[in-house]
């Protein structure tokens, strides 16, 4: 059993946009991938169809609604890299 703490600058159920598509929701989940970057999940409601939209977005993509911070991560994606796992390729 794992006894990584996790932790997220993004407040679930507060307001996020995402700064390349500008699509704005509320902040419903927080996934912490094995060997991945932090994802959030921001619901929407289409108006014109009248249903709850959800997308997942990488958490450097939001931004706070109402503070207008970008959120912060101290870990990125993919897995982690040890001088052991540096190879060099020679060309033949």
Known sequence: MSKTKYQS???LGEKYVDKQTGLEG???AIYFF???CERVTIETFDTVQKQIREQT???PRLTHVASGRTARVTRTGGPDK???AIRTVVPR
């Open 9 to 11: 600058d993004i407040v």
């Open 26 to 28: 509320v902040a419903t």
């Open 34 to 36: 094995q060997h991945g």
């Open 57 to 59: 977005f990488d958490a």
């Open 82 to 84: 040890s001088v052991d």
